[in-house]
T-cell receptor, first 111, second 115 residues
Framework: DVKVTQSSRYLVKRTGEKVFLECVQDMDHENMFWYRQDPGLGLRLIYFSYDVKMKEKGDIPEGYSVSREKKERFSLILESASTNQTSMYLC??????????FGPGTRLTVT | GDSVTQMEGPVTLSEEAFLTINCTYTATGYPSLFWYVQYPGEGLQLLLKATKADDKGSNKGFEATYRKETTSFHLEKGSVQVSDSAVYFCALSDRGSSNTGKLIFGQGTTLQVKP
């Protein structure tokens, strides 16, 4: 079974802090994704990566950056957290047949 | 651009009732279609998929058929259980020129099944 893990289930940070969300997959997938999920807005793509050190912006990249130094790990970085980044963050990795497998999510609260 | 539209919820059913959640899509390429389920406090789980017209995806008693003529992928289950209470997302993945496999999601439909 594909396994995608995220470093924290719940996180509370202060405005202005730098925040790192880590995601690890164990299936050697090339493609990995970061989404955020908000009530009434559904899931929105922040960034994705199609190979080590390769990344592309999604639909809402502002205020975020990503890092992919190793194939199995894809990190989302909030350079200076703001209250409007309070959300559920979901990481996923993709198979060659376009199925995406999701981690359990990180619920981030910025105060 | 590509989009997915789901019926609005919440949907409330009694146990053993028949379930239909409507999903229609707009896509310029030849998308794969998916249903995902999200239980409270958890991430999304792939429920079923279909990759081409007339394909039927099925899993755990749920079914959906890829209808290109009506651009639809409705989710059905013959007899729901309380444990099926969750949020259901319809999604498409464009396998076209960009080849990123980015998923485009519907808004999600909350299903509540009462005993």
């Amino acid at each position: 079974d594909v396994k995608v893990t995220q470093s924290s289930r719940y996180l509370v940070k202060r405005t202005g802090e730098k925040v790192f969300l880590e995601c690890v997959q164990d299936m050697d997938h090339e493609n990995m994704f970061w989404y955020r999920q908000d009530p009434g807005l559904g899931l929105r793509l922040i960034y994705f990566s199609y190979d080590v050190k390769m990344k592309e912006k999604g639909d809402i990249p502002e205020g975020y950056s990503v890092s992919r130094e190793k194939k199995e790990r894809f990190s989302l970085i909030l350079e200076s957290a703001s209250t409007n980044q309070t959300s559920m963050y979901l990481c996923a990795s993709r198979t060659s047949s376009y199925e995406q497998y999701f981690g359990p999510g990180t619920r981030l609260t910025v105060t | 651009g590509d989009s997915v539209t789901q019926m609005e919820g919440p949907v409330t059913l009694s146990e053993e009732a028949f379930l239909t959640i409507n999903c229609t899509y707009t896509a310029t390429g030849y998308p794969s279609l998916f249903w995902y389920v999200q239980y409270p406090g958890e991430g999304l789980q792939l429920l079923l998929k279909a990759t081409k017209a007339d394909d039927k995806g099925s899993n755990k008693g749920f079914e959906a058929t890829y209808r290109k003529e009506t651009t639809s992928f409705h989710l059905e289950k013959g007899s729901v259980q309380v444990s099926d209470s969750a949020v259901y997302f319809c999604a498409l993945s464009d396998r076209g020129s960009s080849n990123t496999g980015k998923l485009i999601f519907g808004q999600g439909t909350t299903l509540q099944v009462k005993p």
